[in-house]
C-alpha cells in the first residue's frame, strides 16, 4: 500500500510538470501564430488572394491551438497516474 502511494504521488507530480510544457509548448505556438497572422496582415506587397489564404490558414492554425490548449489543461492528471500505476504494475500488487 506504501509503494502504491509513493509511485502514485510520484507519478501525479511528473504529470504535472509534462502538463505544464505542454501548456506552455502550445502557448509559445499560438502566439508565434498570432504574430504571423498580424505580419501577413501588415504585409501590402503580396497578391490579396494569396494574403487572403495565408491570413486563413493562420487563423485556423490558431484556433486548432487555442482548442488544443484548452483540452491540455481540462486533462485529469488521475487518468495519467491510473495508466502509469498500470503499466508499472503497481495496482496488481495493491489487490
Given at each position: 500500500n506504501?509503494?502504491?502511494?509513493?509511485?502514485?504521488?510520484?507519478?501525479?507530480?511528473?504529470?504535472?510538470?509534462?502538463?505544464?510544457?505542454?501548456?506552455?509548448?502550445?502557448?509559445?505556438?499560438?502566439?508565434?501564430?498570432?504574430?504571423?497572422?498580424?505580419?501577413?496582415?501588415d504585409?501590402?506587397?503580396?497578391?490579396?488572394?494569396?494574403?487572403?489564404?495565408?491570413?486563413?490558414?493562420?487563423?485556423?492554425?490558431?484556433?486548432?491551438?487555442?482548442?488544443?490548449?484548452?483540452?491540455?489543461?481540462k486533462?485529469?492528471?488521475s487518468a495519467?497516474v491510473?495508466?502509469?500505476?498500470?503499466?508499472?504494475?503497481?495496482t496488481?500488487?495493491?489487490?
Open positions: 506504501k509503494l502504491h502511494h509513493a509511485c502514485s504521488k510520484l507519478l501525479h507530480r511528473e504529470a504535472k510538470v509534462v502538463k505544464s510544457f505542454m501548456c506552455q509548448k502550445v502557448g509559445k505556438d499560438i502566439k508565434a501564430a498570432q504574430e504571423k497572422e498580424s505580419s501577413i496582415k504585409s501590402e506587397e503580396a497578391a490579396a488572394e494569396v494574403t487572403a489564404k495565408l491570413l486563413a490558414k493562420t487563423q485556423k492554425r490558431r484556433t486548432k491551438l487555442e482548442q488544443k490548449l484548452e483540452q491540455t489543461k486533462f485529469e492528471l495519467i491510473d495508466v502509469g500505476l498500470k503499466r508499472l504494475g503497481v496488481s500488487l495493491n489487490s
